[in-house]
């Protein structure tokens, strides 16, 4: 069983920077592979950003490349999302979520375990 605590979230200025984080409860949390999604009002959950067991393969959505940089700490058991030069548009809730496996998932269908979720507003 793996459980995911975020925090992080918070009111920032378009422009402005936030770093997320998201401590995992698992025996072996270096073989997870870990994910940043969100949720906007009205729309589906998206994926942002996932790393792999060692850090070593990322992928980012078309919208954040750039911006934004997922890393992990498996001795600390955690997976951060650094968000640079934010925009309105990044105004969500944002998850993180982990899936037993060595391989890199990207979808939503994908993962097997999701936290509560913590809230991005960026103000204009």
């Known amino acids: 069983q793996v459980q995911l605590v975020e925090s992080g979230g918070g009111l920032v200025q378009a422009g402005g920077s936030l770093k997320l984080s998201c401590v995992a409860t698992?025996?072996?949390?270096?073989?997870?592979?870990m994910g940043w999604f969100r949720q906007a009002p009205g729309k589906e959950r998206e994926s942002v950003a996932t790393?792999?067991?060692?850090?070593?393969?990322?992928k980012y959505a078309d919208s954040v490349n750039g911006r934004f940089i997922i890393s992990r700490d498996n001795a600390k058991k955690t997976v951060y999302l650094q968000m640079n030069s934010l925009k309105p548009e990044d105004t969500a809730v944002y998850y993180c979520a982990a899936e037993s496996t060595y391989g890199s998932r990207w979808y939503t269908s994908e993962y097997s375990y999701w936290g509560q979720g913590t809230q991005v507003t960026v103000s204009s």
């Open positions: 790393i792999n067991w060692s850090g070593g393969s990322t």
């Open positions: 698992a025996r072996t949390f270096s073989s997870l592979s």
